[in-house]
């Protein structure tokens, strides 16, 4: 079948020697086109074009960036009639979206089972979370306006700050690990980010709003992240065969985060609970407003700030070969 191969050459788990691995042993089995990603943005670029060119099958080397970057573009390439698949090699930090799909952590064991999965005809679909915002703040990233589908998760608020400080420390040259993403985090908690005027509502058909909140995390699936190898799960109800799953804080005091957070690292089959603690499962659409521009994040990519977010679920719309 006709396949590309998007490869982000920046990817921080993968070496040159093991992406030739992984790219001729790929090749023995399709007939792949390999193109390397230059730009931020690029990944899903070359997903859209190959979408409407009839590629069947789009792969990825990279992390969850690449991985969200592609599935937009392809999603929003498709041809009405055309169904093509998706698989993702891990090749990032976290490596989110393959980790939730049961894809091994190696890269190399992953292209095995991808390789498998083709032979035996054996994939299958998942739903994906849609994020729209509404008004846009100037000097928001190119594109951020746009409806973005996200593989498992979004935030608004002291997450996705973290995450734009991030971005911003890697673009300086800075190397993403666990620790300096939880300093980041720490220092934007007690320092940076505004514990004292909540700026969100989370607004539902049906039902009353929830009022002040300080930062909502929407999951897909779960975990929501990982620092290192741990898994980071304020959700764990969300799955890919649900609706969206929401948890929001009321308050940010030290105490009653420290706990969450300790709920959240937790083997557990229940969210976080406290009063200062909303959560919901399953989820088919809900809006996010703000009294002011709050930063926003889709799988880890920072989007700019926005004042009203609608997510909403959208099933099986992704097939996946894992």
Sequence with gaps: MPALLIVNPHATATTPLRRDVITHALASQMELEVVETRYRGHAGSLARKAASDGFQLILTLGGD?????????LLHGLKPGTDPAFAPVPGGQANVFTRALGLPADPVDATGRIIEA????RGRRVGLGCATPGETSPGAPPGAGLPRYFTFNAGMGLDA????VIEDLREHGRTLTPGLYLRTALRQFYRVTDRRHPALTLERDGTPPVERLFLAIISNTSPWSYLGQRPVNPSPGASFDTGLDVFAMRRMRTIGTLNALRQMFAQRSEPPRGRDVVSLHDQP????RADRPVALQVDGEYVGEHESVTFRAVPEILRVIA
């Design 65 to 73: 960036g690449t991985v969200n970057e592609a599935v937009n573009g």
């Design 118 to 121: 083709l032979r035996a005809g």
């Design 161 to 164: 700050e973290t995450v734009r």
């Design 285 to 288: 659409a809900f809006t996010l």
